[in-house]
């Protein structure tokens, strides 16, 4: 008979049961009774809960190679798959394609009704103790971070794994490891590609600098940065993935993850002492406020339209002379030729002509504006005591809403310790003076107008007036369908969260030659 030998592996289980002993079991077997291997369906980092048709290796020889082979031969019977009612839908198809199962420790053979028996009865015990496994591992990784241990897998960007120096166990240290860049020839000298740490920290500033996530995305893959899936292939020696890229929600998953801050957390959900604190698994990538800010820019940005891979010269920054909505930027094709526009989504003005828009944007812009002072919004951090009130606090709601799902004592009990001591902190917290964190507008020692001029693409005069806080309002106004004879009346001006002095406007205007 033609045999199909079955190797399976599951590394988070079965560390003991190597490749190679299920090997050697299979060729004995199949030499003892003179039958010929003619093929190894061999599926490593495969867990016991994947259906047979499902395996890469197993599935491909049961989907398209059926006729190659007589018997399926494995070791022990939990190779097949740890899941009665899958085994038995294995067991049915091997009956339909006159294909028998072989178990060589178990001494089950498919082809007899005993065996048949004893292979259901082993499937379901082999279930039963996939479910001892699922629990006993779920156990482990939450005392593991209870106990600010690495559980095991992949790290979070920005982090690696390493020996914990002091006791048994890993733990999570910032990642100082190069992140290379798709194109870089490793092992080159000097190498520019930025750290890992580095490009959670790009990302940081970029969400902090109101930029969307898309565009977020969209510049790491151009600048060849590794995703951190291809990342942590890399840095544990495998190559990287051919198509593999950042995305929106990876990127948005990670800046809400709270290992962002050093806190270990189970499913999303921070893990805490019985203190109320939460426990710190890593050295903090982003601070607390940074945390606070990023995780209120997400929110806000939830549900918002996507920005075009091209955004156009005045998007976010132009509104509604009338009524202030943002407007929108439409084309038109005709004769071969395209025409922009902005609109408004209200209709309270004619269609403007986006070239003419523009222009008059940057005229009025720097007109009013040319000789200020770039300044950027800051964020200044109020007294430590404030952050930690706030995470107190938050603590306490967390831990509250959790209150009516428990039901064993030593739970409950727990529970009332860490409220306990989280009502403590918070009453002390709240008798200490405060002083909030707020935005301040600070100089960058340049003139708008020398800003403008250096700024070479319209994106980047796009990102000058965003940081500033500045939105221009046009709109058009007139009697009549617009033509060639019949502009309209066009209206214009700035809006700047920094008042214009009135002053330094004139003095400019007059400085170009624009009458008062």
């Keep these: 008979m033609r045999v199909l030998g079955r190797l399976r592996l599951s590394v988070a289980s079965d560390e003991s049961t190597s490749i190679e002993r299920q090997r050697e079991a299979v060729e004995s077997w199949s030499q003892a009774n003179g039958h010929q291997v003619i093929g190894w369906a061999e599926d490593t980092d ?300 209200k209709a309270c003005s004619s269609l403007i002509p986006a070239d003419a828009a523009e222009e008059l944007a940057e005229t009025t812009f720097l007109d009013d504006y040319g000789s200020r002072d770039v300044t950027e919004r800051v964020w200044v951090p109020g007294d430590n005591h404030e952050t930690e009130l706030r995470a107190a606090l938050a603590a306490f709601d967390e831990l509250s809403a959790t209150a009516g799902r428990m039901t064993s004592r030593a739970a409950q009990d727990r529970l009332q310790r860490q409220l306990s001591a989280l009502d403590a902190r918070i009453a002390e917290l709240e008798s200490t003076p405060t002083r909030e964190g707020r935005y301040e507008d600070r100089p960058t020692g340049r003139k708008y107008r020398d800003a403008w001029e250096q700024a070479a693409e319209p994106a980047e005069r796009r990102e000058l007036l965003k940081r500033a806080g500045i939105t221009i309002r046009i709109g058009i106004s007139g009697v009549g369908k617009r033509h060639q004879n019949n502009g309209g009346v066009w209206h214009a001006e700035i809006h700047s969260p920094v008042p214009l002095d009135e002053t330094a406007s004139l003095e400019e205007r007059r400085k170009h030659g624009v009458p008062d």
């Design 46 to 345: 495969v867990s016991g809960s994947v259906d047979p048709f499902d395996t890469p290796r197993l599935g491909d020889w049961l989907a398209n190679r059926a006729d190659d082979f007589d018997v399926i031969v494995c070791w022990k019977l939990d190779r097949l798959g740890r899941d009665a009612i899958r085994l038995n839908k294995l067991f049915g198809w091997c009956i339909d394609h006159r294909k028998t199962v072989v178990s060589c420790s178990e001494a089950i053979d498919l082809g007899t009704p005993v065996g048949r028996l004893i292979a259901n009865v082993i499937a379901f015990l082999a279930e039963g103790e996939l479910e001892a496994i699922r629990e006993r591992t779920i156990s482990s990784r939450r005392k593991l971070r209870e106990t600010a241990r690495w559980p095991g897998g992949r790290p979070p960007y920005g982090y690696r794994v390493v020996p914990a120096e002091q006791g048994s166990g890993k733990v999570l240290q910032i990642d100082e490891t190069i992140s290379h860049r798709r194109d870089c020839p490793k092992g080159s000298s000097p190498c520019e590609c930025p750290k890992a740490h580095a490009v959670v920290r790009r990302i940081v500033d970029a969400v902090l600098d109101g930029q969307p996530l898309g565009r977020i995305a969209r510049e790491l893959n151009a600048d060849g940065i590794l995703p951190p899936a291809d990342h942590y292939r890399v840095s544990v020696g495998k190559p990287p993935a051919t198509e593999g890229t950042w995305r929106t929600w990876p990127l948005k998953h990670m800046l809400r993850s709270p290992t962002l801050v050093g806190h270990a957390h189970l499913g999303g959900v921070t893990v805490r002492d019985d203190q109320g604190q939460p426990v710190r698994m890593a050295e903090p990538l982003v601070s607390d406020d940074e945390r606070e800010l990023i995780l209120a820019e997400l929110d806000r940005t939830t549900g918002a339209p996507r920005e075009r891979a091209q955004p156009a010269p005045l998007a976010g920054i132009a509104a509604c002379f009338f009524c202030g909505t943002t407007l929108t930027l439409t084309t038109n094709k005709k004769s071969g030729r395209v025409y922009r526009y902005y609109r408004c989504p």
